[in-house]
């Protein structure tokens, strides 16, 4: 029997606005039978929550050009996405690390003031 997932929204107060399942499965190579499309947006909404914390901004609207995040912020933000998904438990064998391109792709774009 397959486990029924509660609506993104109970875990989460916005979807993810920048990022793309259909750009998420394309990047991480995920077939639609692997993960559903609700589980994925929940990986993007992590992400871009993170990345923005990442940022030091109240929401990736302040950092976005047009309408959309620069080609870094949006590699960086599939990045943790990616992350999300492949890391869904909270243990790991091994210690785990913080991808240094990661942030190189994020530092310059960091709103310190």
Partial sequence: MKAQLR????????????????????????????????????CISTAEAALAKDLQVCSLDEVAKDGALPGDLMRAGLMLAATAYENRETESPTQLHPDPFYWHLVRRHVKYS
């Fill in 7 to 42: 609506p993104a929204a109970t875990f989460l107060k916005a979807m993810g606005k920048y990022l793309t399942t259909a750009f998420l499965r394309e990047h991480s190579r995920i077939d639609a039978d692997d993960a559903s499309e609700e589980y994925l947006e929940q």
